[in-house]
């Protein structure tokens, strides 16, 4: 094996994954809608027979007005009026009843008409939510999917940026607006289009007059709805934004809840809190007062339209040129016409915020996935351990290196041990071999491969880590060490745990090893947590074993068991410790001792005790405290038992 530091190398060998272009809101969503379009035009399909229906229902009412009720002639009413179309479908109407004497004498049959056509157009209109709402589940369910997938494949630079709160968010309430607008909103639209386009012709059919007077405050609603759609929109986003950085901050005190409560700063935590979330309400209550204002302006010029046509229909009425059926009718429709022109505007202003909602979600799906490896790149099978990295150069934010370039060769089924003060680049080296990031210069082959030729699956797939922040999830115990290998055996895990020392304590809890461990961990000790990590990372049989820092909370009688359990099977996997600690080192095969990004030492433990440098510098500083506590330990053993002094502690005696 052979170690070395050197300058900054010069080779890249970065593949650089093409940045995609993001996706128009309106593409993402047809892109979606695959496999659900079928669902969408029965939806659509079920629309028109419930708009075709509820046409028929007022002309049904009309026809009885005015044939059943006054036999076909009204008082007053010429008749040339009687043999326009509209009189002629009436009486088609009428006689598809049973003729006027039929209904005349049984009053009921119309009204059953009506009903039963009620019923018919809510059945579709039953369908029509339906089969929206098929649609629109299976759509967002592909997306939540897509997104969640995506996450799972975005580079670790990305995560180590992002704001997991914006992050959940966009993944809960943006996808829930885009549901929200897909499934009644998409529907709802169509239905305001397809009624205005259709109820034209069948009123023009009925009366011209009325049909001009119905639509005379028409326009100027639509207009006003457009108007308030583009001052709404702005809004939206600003809200939206404001939501995130609420959800931003509570998820984020919620996250370090222990260290805002050891710090007493629960007080600065709710300031904290207020301000974003006084800018959510300011920002919402803007949009109300919009929304307020436009809600009762279209409702007041709703119904003056209705007054409108209330008045000339009387008018016409009480000259003769109009049949009390046909008012009738036209008062109906425009019921079925008005009212969904105006809640176009609100149609309108949540289709915007589903559209801000779609753009969020297109801004994480268009970021570049983790690099592929080349195709050129076969692994090598098997793996045996080999690691052997070169001029080595890597940086996180373009500024300052965490590695300047260093060289280091660990043969399989050796230890190499990594010392080196805070910062120095120790943990860098580890996320490096996990492809968690991708070298600037420089070259890491395993077993003469080079990594970034190799999937990060595969590379992924032969290393056991436990982080220097170990990780449990809010399972069992047992199953957060089964997640190093699925399907491992009882006996497999417990073999594990026994390795971490784990077993004994695992066993003392009430459900052992069906013992939940709270969120992150939380209801175990910090040694405990990182020697369940260690169980999981040992089950998991790979051919490197990755420590950083793992065993750094453990007390020192366990250290030793755990170290002495791990050299029984030296030779077995290559492994690579970081530790503060000597103690943890001390029967690595290799040391290399790293400052600023830089191998400044290197060797045996034992050679490196001998030399001047870091190494035996930390061996005295770490010795010395002990030797200073043994001292403190005979002082006080030897003080007089007759003393009346209180017997002195390690940190108190004669210093
Ligand atoms: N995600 C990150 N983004 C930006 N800089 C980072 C990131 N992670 C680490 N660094 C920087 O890279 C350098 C090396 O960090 P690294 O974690 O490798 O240090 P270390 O030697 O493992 O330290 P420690 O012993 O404290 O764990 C440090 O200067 C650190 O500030």
């Known amino acids: 094996m052979e170690t070395s530091s050197s300058g900054p190398a010069t080779t890249s060998s970065q593949p650089q994954t093409p940045v995609p272009p993001k ?70 109407l009428v006689s598809w009843m049973g003729g006027p004497e039929l209904v005349r004498a049984h009053l009921w049959l119309p009204a059953l008409v009506m009903v039963g056509l009620t019923v018919l157009a809510g059945l579709f209109s039953y369908l029509k939510g339906r089969f929206a709402a098929q649609a629109s589940d299976g759509i967002v369910r592909r997306l939540k999917d897509r997104l969640y997938d995506h996450l799972q494949r975005l580079p670790t630079k990305y995560h180590d940026h992002a704001e997991t709160g914006d992050l959940i968010q966009r993944c809960t309430s943006d996808v829930e607006t885009l549901r929200l607008a897909i499934s009644t909103q998409v529907v709802d639209i169509s239905n305001a289009i397809l009624l205005l386009l259709t109820a034209l012709p069948v009123m023009l059919l009925l009366d011209g007059r009325m049909t001009a007077i119905s639509f005379v405050l028409v326009v100027p609603i639509v207009l006003f709805g457009y ?36 710090f007493a700063r629960q007080g600065f935590e709710i300031d904290k809190f207020a301000k974003p979330n006084r800018l959510y309400r300011d920002r919402s209550l803007r949009l109300l007062r919009l929304m307020a204002w436009y809600w009762s302006t279209s409702d007041f010029i709703v119904l003056i339209q209705q007054g409108i046509v209330l008045i000339a229909g009387a008018w016409f009425i009480s000259q003769g040129t109009l ?65 052997e990295a070169r001029d080595l150069v890597f940086d996180h934010d373009g500024k300052s290196a965490a590695l300047n370039g260093i060289s280091f060769t660990v043969c399989p089924g050796e230890t190499l041990a990594i010392l080196g003060p805070s910062g120095s680049g120790k943990s860098t080296i580890m996320h490096l071999l996990l492809r968690l990031y991708d070298y600037r210069s420089g070259s890491i082959h395993l077993d003469g491969q080079e990594l970034t030729t190799l999937d990060r699956q595969w590379v992924r797939s032969q290393f056991s880590v436990v982080m220097q922040e170990p990780f449990l999830f809010s399972k069992t115990i047992g199953e957060n060490i089964r997640l190093g290998r699925d399907g491992a055996a009882k006996e497999e895990i417990q073999e594990a745990a026994r390795l971490a020392d784990i077993h004994d304590t695992i066993n003392t809890f009430s459900a052992d090893y069906g013992t939940l461990v709270g969120e992150r961990g939380v209801t175990l000790s910090g040694g405990q947590r990182q020697r369940v990590a260690l169980a999981r990372a040992l089950l998991r049989e790979t051919p ?63 050679d490196l005790l001998k030399q001047e440098g870091l190494y035996r510098r930390l061996w005295t500083i770490q010795n010395a405290a002990q030797e200073e506590i043994l001292e403190d330990e005979r002082l006080a053993a030897a003080a007089p038992a007759a003393s009346a002094a209180p017997t002195p502690t390690p940190f108190s005696a004669s210093r």
């Open 544 to 606: 490197v074993l990755l420590l950083d820092d793992a065993l750094s909370a453990v007390d020192a009688e366990t250290e030793a068991t755990i170290l002495d359990a791990l050299r029984s099977r030296h030779g077995q996997r290559t492994t690579l410790v970081i530790a503060h600690r000597l103690s943890t080192l001390a029967h690595a095969d290799r040391v290399i001792v790293l400052d600023k990004g830089l191998i400044i030492q290197e060797g045996r433990p034992v």
């Open 227 to 262: 108007i308030y759609v583009g001052r709404v929109k702005h809004l939206f986003r600003e809200v939206d934004e404001a939501e995130g950085q609420v959800t931003r901050v509570v998820q984020e005190n919620l996250t370090g809840l222990r260290v805002v409560r050891a």
């Open 323 to 387: 049949s009390v059926g046909t008012l009738f009718a036209f008062i109906m429709f425009l019921n079925m016409l008005l009212w969904p022109v105006r809640q176009m505007g609100r149609t309108l202003t949540d289709l915007g915020k589903a559209t801000v909602a779609l753009n969020r979600m297109g801004e994480i799906l268009s970021e570049p996935e983790e690099s592929k490896p080349n195709p050129a790149g076969v692994h090598p099978e098997p793996f045996k351990g080999g690691i």
């Open 23 to 92: 996706p128009a809101p309106a593409a993402l969503l047809w892109s979606l809608m695959q496999g659900f379009r079928g669902q969408y035009a029965l939806a659509i399909a079920a629309l028109l027979v419930f708009t075709a229906i509820n046409y028929l229902i007022p002309l049904v009412g009309s026809a009885t007005i005015d044939f059943a009720l006054t036999s076909g002639v009204l008082p007053g009413v010429t008749t040339a009026a009687k043999v326009a179309p509209e009189a002629e479908l009436s009486a088609l």
